[in-house]
């Protein structure tokens, strides 16, 4: 397909500076799951995995959103706030996703699950992972990661029955959705976003 051309504006949820795409443009993108694609932001040039947003019911549009690295920002010499010129198109050469600190370690102490790890494509490690954190509890990312392992020991090289379409990343997200910009983080998500800023620290999130 062509490349996708469009202006939009950098915000923030919480610390993280988010690019979300129009939905006119993601729209043009072959899928609404998880989307690797390459690109220029205000002519500086990355590759990004896009993750949607979530809002995909009838009733609402749904669209694709990436964290731009501070790297990156500071090239295109933007900011939350400002107005970016981008353009972007899919790739199928996948970048490696950055494996959480506690699946690292119990991969390890699982060769035969670390070795269908290391042989799997980059594709599936990504699904893996946003299987994994796609969680409200540390209790319940444990029980994903457990069962992980056992599916990666018998074999499995993809997670079945998984939402592709959700928001899995918790710190920008409630109840899968992506926050908009101004929504304020309430009392039920709370205590889960101050876990998740505490796993975060620990680097126990990707």
């Known amino acids: 397909m062509s490349a996708v051309h469009f202006e939009t504006q950098l915000f923030k949820i919480n610390d993280w500076t988010i690019l979300r795409l129009p939905e006119t443009a993601s729209a043009k993108l072959p899928s609404r799951g998880m989307t690797m694609v390459s690109g220029t932001l205000n002519g500086v040039p ?25 790297e990156l920002l500071d090239g295109a ?29 119990a991969l390890a102490a699982s060769p035969e699950a670390e070795a269908l790890w290391l042989d799997i494509s980059p594709l599936a490690r990504w699904d893996w992972i946003r299987w994994i954190r796609a ?12 069962v992980a392992l056992d599916k990666l020991n018998k074999g499995m090289r ?46 126990l999130i990707s």
């Open 46 to 70: 990355f590759k990004a995995v896009l993750e949607p947003d979530g809002r995909y019911s009838p009733d609402k549009k749904s669209s694709h959103w990436f964290r731009p690295s501070q």
């Open 158 to 203: 993809r997670p079945c029955c998984f939402n592709r379409n959700l928001c899995s990343e918790p710190y920008v997200s409630h109840n899968w959705t992506l926050l908009e910009p101004d929504q304020a983080t309430n009392s039920a998500s709370e205590g889960r976003g101050q876990l998740l800023r505490d796993m975060s620290e620990q680097k």
């Open 135 to 146: 969680v409200k509890t540390e209790e319940t990312r444990q029980k994903h990661i457990d």
């Open 77 to 105: 010499s933007a900011k939350a706030g400002d107005a970016v010129q981008v353009s972007l198109e899919p790739v199928k050469d996948w970048i490696e996703p950055e494996v959480p600190e506690d699946l690292k370690n």
